[in-house]
C-alpha cells in the first residue's frame, strides 16, 4: 500500500513537501519505480517524476527546475519536493508504484496508486 | 516531448460497445507500450490494459486495448457497457528519455 502525507495548504513562492509511505513491499526491489502524479481540478492527470530503484529520476520538463524526488531506504518511504508554488499548483497529489518492463503482470504500469492528497496554493 | 491527445467525452447506453481513442503527436506508438487507467470520481486510478492490450487479473474482459500505427494512435474498446463503466479513462505512455505522459482523459457517460 502506498500512503502519501504533506500539508494541504502551502504559501505561494513556498515549498510543497510530500512524502509517500509504503507498505508491504521494500522500496529497494529491483521491479519497481516510485512516481509522483498530480490531477489539478478538473483536469486530466500531469506525470511530475519517478525515482528508479538505483535512486536515479526522471522529471516531467516543464516542472524540472522545481521538483526534486528522493528515496529512504531505512523508512521505506519517497517524497517529493516542489519549489515556488503557485496556484496552478494546486490539484491532488498521487504517488505510485510502477512494474519494471518485462517484470511480473501488469508490467511497465503504474499498479498500485496511494489515495491521493489534496494541496491548496493559497496566501 | 509528445502529447497524448483523447476525445474529451463519449457517451453510449447499457450493453452496447464504446472506443476511446489516444492520438501520440510525435514519435511512434508503437515505440513504446500504452497503458489505460479508469478513475472514478473521488478515487484513485486504477490500470485496466497494460502493454497496449494486455488485461490484469480481475479486469473484464469486455475491456481490450489495440494499437493502430497507421494512425498512431491507441484505443480502449469497453463491450457490453454497464453503468458501472461510467468513469475517466486516461491513456499514458513514455519516450525513450523515460519522460511519462498521460493523455487528458475521457469521461465516459453511459446513458
Known amino acids: 500500500q502506498l500512503q502519501e502525507s504533506g500539508p494541504g495548504l502551502v504559501k505561494p513562492s513556498e515549498t510543497l513537501s510530500l512524502i509517500c509511505n509504503v507498505s508491504g513491499v521494500s522500496i529497494t526491489n529491483t521491479f519497481y519505480h516510485w512516481g509522483w502524479i498530480r490531477q489539478p481540478p478538473g483536469k486530466g492527470l500531469e506525470w511530475i517524476g519517478t525515482i528508479f530503484y538505483s535512486g536515479t529520476t526522471s522529471y516531467n520538463p516543464s516542472l524540472k527546475s522545481r521538483v526534486n524526488i528522493s528515496i529512504d531506504g531505512s523508512k521505506n518511504h519517497f517524497s517529493l519536493s516542489q519549489t515556488s508554488a503557485t496556484a496552478s499548483d494546486t490539484a491532488v497529489y498521487y504517488c505510485?508504484?510502477?512494474?519494471?518492463?518485462?517484470?511480473?503482470?501488469?508490467?511497465?504500469?503504474?499498479?498500485?496508486w496511494g489515495q491521493g492528497t489534496t494541496v491548496s496554493v493559497s496566501s | 516531448n509528445f502529447m497524448l491527445t483523447q476525445p474529451h467525452s463519449v457517451s453510449e447506453s447499457p450493453g452496447k460497445t464504446v472506443t476511446i481513442s489516444c492520438t501520440r503527436s510525435s514519435g511512434s506508438i508503437v515505440s513504446n507500450y500504452v497503458q489505460w487507467y479508469q478513475q472514478r470520481p473521488g478515487s484513485a486510478p486504477t490500470i485496466v490494459i497494460y502493454e497496449d492490450s494486455q488485461r490484469p487479473s480481475g479486469v473484464p474482459d469486455r475491456f481490450s486495448g489495440s494499437i493502430d500505427s497507421s494512425s498512431n494512435s491507441a484505443s480502449l474498446t469497453i463491450s457490453g457497457l454497464r453503468t458501472e463503466d461510467e468513469a475517466d479513462y486516461h491513456c499514458?505512455?513514455?519516450?525513450?528519455?523515460?519522460?511519462?505522459?498521460f493523455g487528458g482523459g475521457t469521461k465516459l457517460t453511459v446513458l
Open positions: 505510485a508504484r510502477r512494474i519494471i518492463e518485462g517484470g511480473p503482470p501488469p508490467s511497465d504500469a503504474f499498479d498500485i
Open positions: 499514458q505512455s513514455y519516450d525513450s528519455s523515460y519522460h511519462w505522459v
